[in-house]
């Protein structure tokens, strides 16, 4: 208080100076610059008044800090939340996270291994051995693949400090370096899945119709197998047939990267009509069934291959294409490139697995007491005489063995012994869904089937002319 009282008397003096304007120490001084001396005085007091001393100021920022909690309520650092003016001294500096500066990649060769591709990156053998040493993650990359992406990022040393391993859009494989140590992760993302919808008149075929309405190939050949019980895709197709489909598109950061599954769909072929609607069962496996529970999955395939193209038919009067003479074709020839899949048409056991000079090389498959298939002229075997397989399981490739003009498959149905026409033989129906699964199956599949239904009927609508 003292320098307070001592200055209050300066300013009671310097008052009583401006009242008489004749003093004589003054009388040169302008009136002007005597007034400014008034002012800048008047402005020291007041700074001397309200400006604290160290103590107090020192006293203020910690009464402001303390009661400040660690974590704001949305839970992040109470540090992004000090105002401005608080100073660097009041909150804690973060250290600024070190991330990998430059990151360089290469797409695997054929024939690629790690140590190839970490010597074109400019690495060592020491930098491949760590990473190959990441823990279980690390056996990803004894299996690469070529058109894959290795990415590699090197730290403010130059050192290696992290590696990406890009299987897909969706899956990949990231090892971070960690002390002397690297450890590995794998990271899968998951897209969107938005409902999209098709509607085609077939001229061609299947796969040509298919195509020019916009499927992709993996869209296409779901479609063949989810009617490929009923429909014969190689050989049932005629002009004027149509489908309808219900699926999934997939989209990555709102770009489209690919189809999903049908979820409902309608085919016609030639006059009959067919239905199919997704289940998700409930240990996560999907299936496809009528509206009314039964499954589109028979215990036999319409046909034993991916549909191509016929090259002769079920013919008892046919004239053989070696022999010239009149000879019963007992069975449909299917012409394929040579190498093509062949399945096994259901579950059964193989009786027979060899090679024959008519024939070529053979599979026959025996299904229960009733039934039995079989496949001639196959290029290779992939079966062995009594071994068991399983419905679309591949048993061999198409060939031209044996007594064959070009590459086919020759596929016989027997029951009970005698020769069946494959396309048209009636095949044993599958069990219906269990009683107690109806209820979530109606719940889940009554909306895709009302929206394929109205979408196909906008479709026609926008088609038909007025």
């Known amino acids: ?54 103590d107090v100021a020192a006293s203020r920022h910690q009464s402001i800090l303390l009661p400040l909690p660690d974590l704001a309520d949305d839970g992040t650092d109470i540090i992004d939340h000090y105002p401005d003016d608080y100073g660097v001294d009041t909150a804690p500096v973060l250290e600024e996270a070190k991330e990998p500066r ?53 730290d403010d040393k130059g050192e290696l400090a992290a590696v990406k391993y890009q299987r897909s859009l969706l899956e990949s494989y990231v090892y971070t370096k960690s002390g002397a140590a690297f450890s590995g992760e794998k990271v899968v993302r998951h897209p969107d899945l938005l409902p999209a919808f098709r509607t085609t008149i077939i001229e061609n075929s299947l796969f040509l119709d298919g ?27 005629r002009q004027g047939d149509s489908f309808s489909i219900l699926y999934e598109e997939k989209y990555l950061d709102g770009e489209k990267i690919g189809t999903g599954d049908i979820l409902a769909a309608e085919f016609s072929n030639q006059g009959e009509v067919y239905r199919a609607v997704r289940f998700v069962e409930g240990d996560g496996s999907i299936n496809y069934y009528t509206p009314d529970g039964q499954p589109m999955r028979k215990a036999f395939l319409r046909a034993p291959l991916d549909f191509t193209r016929i090259s002769s038919n079920f013919n008892l009067k046919r004239k053989h294409p070696i022999h010239k003479m009149i000879k019963a074709h007992r069975g449909v020839d299917y012409a394929a490139p040579r190498g093509t899949p062949v399945y096994a ?14 024939n070529g090389n053979y599979v026959f498959i025996q299904h229960g007491q009733k039934y039995t298939t079989k496949y001639l002229h196959l290029n290779k075997k992939a079966v062995k005489s009594g071994q068991s397989v399983r419905q679309r399981q591949v048993i061999g490739t198409v060939g031209s063995t044996g007594y064959a003009t070009g590459p086919h498959l020759h596929y016989e149905f027997l029951v009970n012994g005698i020769h069946h026409n494959p396309r048209t033989v009636k095949l044993p129906k599958a069990d219906p869904i269990a009683q107690e699964a109806r209820p979530g199956f109606i719940q889940q599949t009554t909306p895709l089937l009302a929206q394929l239904d109205s979408l196909r009927n906008v479709q026609l609508a926008q088609a038909t002319p007025e």
């Open 211 to 237: 195509e020019q309405a916009g499927l992709s190939h993996n869209l296409i050949m779901q479609i063949a197998n989810v009617f490929g019980w009923d429909i014969d895709f190689a050989l049932d197709i």
């Open 102 to 154: 430059l990151w360089k990649q290469e797409v695997i060769r054929p024939g690629d291994n790690l140590t190839s591709i970490f010597k074109r990156l400019s690495l060592n053998n020491a930098d491949v051995y760590a990473v190959a040493n990441a823990g279980k993650e690390a056996s990803a990359l004894k299996h690469l693949r070529p058109d894959e992406v290795i990415s590699v990022a090197t």
């Open 345 to 358: 048409a259901g579950d059964g056991k193989v009786i027979a697995a060899g090679y024959s000079k008519a």
């Open 1 to 54: 208080m003292q320098p307070l009282l001592e200055t209050m008397k300066s300013w009671r003096v310097v008052i009583a100076s401006a009242k008489n304007w004749q003093v004589p120490t003054c009388r040169y001084i302008p009136r002007s610059h005597f007034l400014a001396v008034i002012v800048l005085s008047g402005l020291l007091l007041l700074t001397m008044l309200f400006v604290p001393s160290e």
